[in-house]
């Protein structure tokens, strides 16, 4: 693999250009210290540059695709939009609350009348002007430029607010569908959990029918107060050529319970970080992923867990299947702080490369600075096991059958783990749609 | 009555190793028929080399299966073809339901038969008498193949499988092994209950035990690669009293 940085001043000054353009059209201008928050971040971004292979974190994932064309944030007037099977096939959840995002903007028509909603869950967009400002910028750490330009640009998202003890009964589910040449879409999500509230979210990208693949950059701000509990379903179903990065990044209060599933299954490059941090003791964060790469993709799975509290727990598997050219990435890191003590955390990642072309890089990384801790980490690389495959031979499934049989079962064995049930049957339809269309 | 297997001057290798010195047996339909020999006699080599299983390798006679050239098909042709390996190790695999795989293999047993595939109701119905014979929780059907089973639930949803599939020739690899007495004879019944005119069974065993809740036709006894005594059930007998060395150094009678 050749490293070589991509050519990041055009690229930045592009983006430069197109907020000098666009920054008083941005939601939120009435809010003097958010606009103040948008520029400080582009000087970030501009300062930093895209990330490149140099730093430890990109050094399996190159952005050398963002460099080729020139992105800036999109329209969406002028879009086709979706039909209503459409978004019954991205998420077959009945009586889910339905939040449509088309390039990074709420389009009313599609999604479940605010009426319905509440006041917890909404557009993003209508609250910028009287939100705080400092909500937004939790995730911007000192060098990720990515994270400093969905600050700058970001439009519109999901926003969902609960009080203390609020329940939500209903999944919500945002839908976010980008296209168009050189359209960049900046979407920010905010999740806030009072103590002992409940709720789950499940944000799923993919193309607009008819449109050029785009370039979707979301990032996820979570808040969860004590004793809440959030069930977070990441999947990136993105066009072929697109190129989508996500991040989240998660505070767990006491006894808090952050729960994670991402799946990639789409895009020509497709990374999904997740960020999370205990605040308090008590908490548990379970992320869990599938990577499903064919074709020339590229799929990046990237989690930091930061333990800086006693009794808090991190469970994670990341299972990854490569055929074709396909390239999986799975970096994971859990930090464990000195007076972490009765740290438990398992991390664990598991590739199947289908052809001799495919690529699986595996990161697994522990930091533990406490003594009295309980963790264990490991990856695989490998092929179907033979044993399996004659086993489902010898009672008569050809070798394609059997072959399609333990792949989906290796997916399941991953999705399993979800305990809500309408997530698990939105990813199980994403897996099976890309089992699928392996008919080669 | 014709004979549903015939093999002769079977020779196979196993990693290049030849496992297999010349085996005959003919197995007439209907009939159960035991193999019973030590360690190392080849007992397992045979059972994978009549369920085709891949690094088997056979340099030399032939097995002629219902009139065809049974080395001829692949492993899951002969499947479909009515041959049912009950495996000595179950092979977990995780994240598939015991029922999803036992429908998809049931139906391509029916499809290459030209027998209409059974439905979803079809399949329950006739998954719950059966499991119910076996003494199987309707838990099975959902849990993950053999994941998490213990040895005996294995051996038994492996019987389940065999039901299931309705099938010609089945050969059953060490299924006492592991067992305890109370699972041995549960195994032992749905292995009887199964005992047609159409079906034949070779019973794979190094231990006379299993043979006293499946009351084999002939016994034959296989040592270094080769059957070197056959006989009847009485035979089992005698193997009990003097040990494989006594009967497996008298190979002029066999």
Known sequence: MITRTPDTPKTVAAHVAAFDRLAASLPGTANGALTALRTRALARFTEAGLPTRRLEDWKFTGLDALTRTVFSPAPSDDMPLPDATRLDTLAPVTDAIRLVFINGR??????????????????????????????????????????????????????????????????????NLCGGEGAAVHTRNIIRLGAHARATVIDIHAGLDGAAPAFSNAVTDVVLAEGAALWHGRIAAEDEGALHHSHASVRIGANADYSCFALSVGGALTRQETDAAFTAPGGRVRLYGAYLARGHQHMDHTTRVRHDHPDCSTDELFKGVMEDHGHGVFQGLVHVAPHAARTNANQKNTNLLLSDRAVADSKPELEILADDVKCSHGATIGDLDPDEIFYLRARGLDGDAARRLLLGGYIEDVITRVDDDALAAVLRVHAARWLGQDAS | MANILEIK??????????????????????????????????????????????????????????GNDLLAMEADERARAGIFLAFQYPVEIPGVANSVFLKAAVNAG?????????????????????????????????????????????????????????????????TDSGLDIDALRIVAEGVNAQRAPDRSMLVITHYQRLLNYIVPDRIHVLADGRVVRSGGKELALELEREGYAGIAGDKSAA
């Open chain 1, 106 to 175: 709420f389009t009313e028509t599609l999604s479940t009348p605010l009426a319905q909603t509440g006041i917890s869950v909404g557009p993003l967009a209508r609250a910028l002007d009287g939100i705080d400002a400092d909500a937004l910028s939790q995730g911007d750490g000192p060098a990720h430029a990515l994270i400093a330009l969905n600050t700058a640009f970001m439009s519109d998202g999901a926003a969902i607010d609960l009080a203390t003890d609020t329940v939500l009964e209903r999944p919500v589910v945002a839908i």
């Open chain 2, 9 to 66: 001057n079977l020779h196979a290798t196993v990693h290049g190793k030849e496992i297999l010195k010349g085996v005959d047996l003919v197995l007439p339909a209907g009939e159960v028929h035991a193999i019973m020999g030590p360690n190392g006699s080849g007992k397992s080599t045979l059972s994978y080399v009549l369920a085709g299983r891949d690094g088997y390798e056979v340099t030399q006679g032939e097995i002629i299966y219902k």
């Open chain 2, 110 to 174: 029916r499809r290459a038969r030209k027998e209409p595939e059974l439905d979803a109701m079809d399949f329950l119905k006739r998954s719950r008498a059966l499991l119910k014979d076996l003494k199987m929780d309707e838990k099975f059907l959902n849990r993950p193949v053999n994941v998490g089973f213990s040895g005996g639930e294995k051996k038994r949803n492996e019987i389940f499988h065999m039901a299931m599939m309705e099938p010609s020739l089945a050969i059953l690899d060490e």
